[in-house]
């Protein structure tokens, strides 16, 4: 089912099983950094953001398209048949949430999940067998927390999941009261020290979100003079690193002559060529050097800090570049 405008005004005056995540902490993207912080989620709560920054993305979208078959997939699995959509809210807290569907006769609840459709995020890795209960801490805080809108005969909650490259998965995840009485204190917390008495919470809100405050022409405020030196050292730092860049990247090139590959001791640099968008004109084809590291540690997305020493070592010690392999 999907998302229109009505439903996206509505979120704002309530928690629902997904913002669960997020105040938990546990909505965390490869890196290790949350895909959406709590103090975006006070900017939602608050109507500081339009409402375009509360849509679903492609990844959501790409999950609710694929939705019904998998429901027709579990309803063929288990045998029942499900309820599509189901709307219910807490008899106490600020909180409503969406099933995705509701077995007709038990009345247990039906999750349905998509991952590593569009890329290959690291939570693929922590969807444990089919018929666990191991599921990635963001889903399961989301189904706690639906399973607080139900009676509490209903013990458990089936999810199924469709992992990118794994195939099809169906789990079972069980009540937990000690997480349920985790996740109201923390909603009531947020709610009542944040967006009723309108104070941030110390978490900040991401750049996506602070860019589209509307902001209010002629207001002026006081900003601490650290923050704006810290912001325009950054800068600085920056430009100057892009312009040592350029000027490395230039000596190698020039030292590689008319050759496509160049060997030393860390890797090899090979030039690629990429064509430009058609609205570039004229049409021309972009040349550039990239470089691979033959260490499978700075080959890694998080390889950093790896790549840092093996970089900072050479130049520490003023070793020579070995001779190109023949």
């Given at each position: 089912?999907?998302?229109?405008?009505?439903?996206?005004?509505?979120?704002?005056?309530?928690?629902?099983?997904?913002?669960?995540?997020?105040?938990?902490?546990?909505?965390?993207?490869?890196?290790?950094?949350?895909?959406?912080?709590?103090?975006?989620?006070?900017?939602?709560?608050?109507?500081?953001?339009?409402?375009?920054?509360?849509?679903?993305?492609?990844?959501?979208?790409?999950?609710?398209?694929?939705?019904?078959?998998?429901?027709t997939w579990t309803e063929r699995k288990l045998g029942v048949e499900i309820e599509p959509d189901v709307f219910l809210e807490h008899p106490h807290l600020r909180l409503k949430v969406n099933l995705d569907g509701r077995i007709k006769v038990e009345r247990e609840h039906w999750e349905c999940k998509c991952t590593g459709m569009l890329s290959h995020p690291h939570e693929v890795g922590q969807w444990g067998d089919s018929g666990t209960g191991d599921v990635p801490f963001s889903v399961a805080a989301q189904v706690q927390t639906q399973l607080m809108c139900m009676p509490d005969n209903i013990e458990f909650a089936h999810v199924t999941a469709l992992i990118g490259g794994h195939g099809i998965r169906q789990y079972v995840v069980y009540r937990r009261p000690a997480i349920a009485e985790v996740i109201a204190q923390e909603i009531q917390r947020f709610w009542w020290d944040h967006v009723d008495k309108r104070i941030p919470p110390e978490e900040p809100a991401t750049w996506e979100y602070l860019r589209l405050i509307e902001r209010e022409q002629g207001k002026r405020v006081q900003v601490p003079v650290s923050l704006v030196a810290q912001w325009q050292l950054a800068a600085v730092e920056r430009l100057a690193a892009e312009k040592a860049e350029k000027e490395a990247k230039e000596l190698v090139a020039s030292a590689m002559g008319d050759s496509e590959l160049g060997e030393c001791g860390i890797g090899t640099v090979r030039w690629t060529t990429r064509k430009m968008p058609e609205i570039t004109l004229p049409a021309r084809i972009d040349k550039f050097p990239i470089f691979q590291f033959s260490d499978p540690e700075c080959r890694k997305r998080d390889g950093g800090e790896a790549k840092r020493a093996v970089l900072e070592g050479i130049l520490t010690q003023g070793a020579e570049e070995d001779e190109p392999a023949v």
């Open positions: 089912m999907g998302i229109n405008e009505e439903m996206v005004l509505a979120r704002r005056d309530w928690i629902g099983a997904s913002d669960v995540a997020v105040l938990l902490g546990v909505n965390l993207n490869r890196d290790g950094k949350p895909y959406k912080t709590v103090g975006d989620l006070y900017l939602e709560k608050t109507a500081q953001v339009p409402v375009e920054a509360i849509r679903d993305n492609d990844a959501m979208a790409l999950g609710r398209h694929n939705e019904p078959w998998l429901r």
